[in-house]
């Protein structure tokens, strides 16, 4: 397998899952969606995913999970200050 260029950028699926206490049967779809509507705004903020990428929340009692099928291996560069 080749390395990759600068030019290409590599896309894979990525799920994210947390274990929890038990959450209330009746929020679970509220968190669940929450969930993946924060985590996909961090991607896309980062250059990771496109903002309107289509998410699959889970939920469970005690399992909050997403996954979102296209992911950038490497976000865009910015510039960065420290201070």
Do not use: H, I, W
Request: charged share 20%.
């Amino acid at each position: 397998m080749s390395p990759a260029s600068a030019d290409s950028v590599l896309v894979d699926s990525l799920l994210v899952e947390l274990f929890v206490e038990e959450l209330p049967p009746k929020a679970l779809r509220r968190l669940g969606e929450a969930f993946a509507a924060g985590l996909l705004q961090g991607l896309a903020a980062r250059g990771l995913a496109a903002a309107d990428a289509a998410v699959t929340p889970y939920a469970s009692p005690r399992r909050l999970a997403v996954l979102v099928p296209a992911v950038r291996a490497a976000g865009t560069r910015t510039a960065s200050r420290r201070c």
